[in-house]
C-alpha cells in the first residue's frame, strides 16, 4: 500500500484547508488511518485518526473542536478538514496507515507513511 498526501498551501489565521491521503489500494479498508504533523525543530505530534470500519475517530488536543477527520471509502481516501486555523498548526503533515484496529495516538503502530504535505498559516 502507498499513501498520497496532497491539500497543503498556504492559508492565512482563521482559514481552512482540507488534507487528502489516498491509498493505492483496497486493502486500505483493513487498516486504521492517522494524520501527523511535524514543525521544524519540534517532535512529531499526533493529530487525527479513524478506524476504516466504524470510522471511529481520536484526535490530539491541540487540534480538537478545529479539525475533523473522516474517510470515503469508495475513493480509499481520507481527509483532514482544518477549520479555525492557527500559526501553530504550521507543519509538515504526513498521513500514516497501521494494521492495528485500535485507534493510537502513538507513531508506532503505523507501518506505511505518505509523503509529507506541507502546511502553512500566516498570522
Known amino acids: 500500500v502507498q499513501l498520497q498526501a496532497s491539500g497543503g498551501g498556504l492559508v492565512q489565521a482563521g482559514g481552512s484547508l482540507r488534507l487528502s491521503c489516498a491509498a493505492s489500494?483496497?486493502?486500505?479498508?483493513?487498516?486504521?488511518m492517522g494524520w501527523f504533523r511535524q514543525a521544524p525543530g519540534k517532535e512529531r505530534e499526533f493529530v487525527a485518526g479513524i478506524t476504516w470500519s466504524r470510522a471511529s475517530t481520536l484526535y490530539g488536543d491541540s487540534v480538537k473542536g478545529r479539525f475533523t477527520i473522516s474517510r470515503d471509502i469508495a475513493k480509499n481516501t481520507v481527509y483532514l478538514q482544518m477549520n479555525s486555523m492557527k500559526a501553530e498548526d504550521t507543519a509538515l503533515y504526513y498521513c500514516a496507515s497501521s494494521n492495528i484496529i485500535a485507534l493510537s495516538p502513538l507513531s508506532r503502530p503505523y507501518n506505511i507513511w505518505g509523503q509529507g504535505t506541507q502546511v502553512t498559516v500566516s498570522s
Open positions: 489500494e483496497r486493502t486500505f479498508s483493513r487498516y486504521t
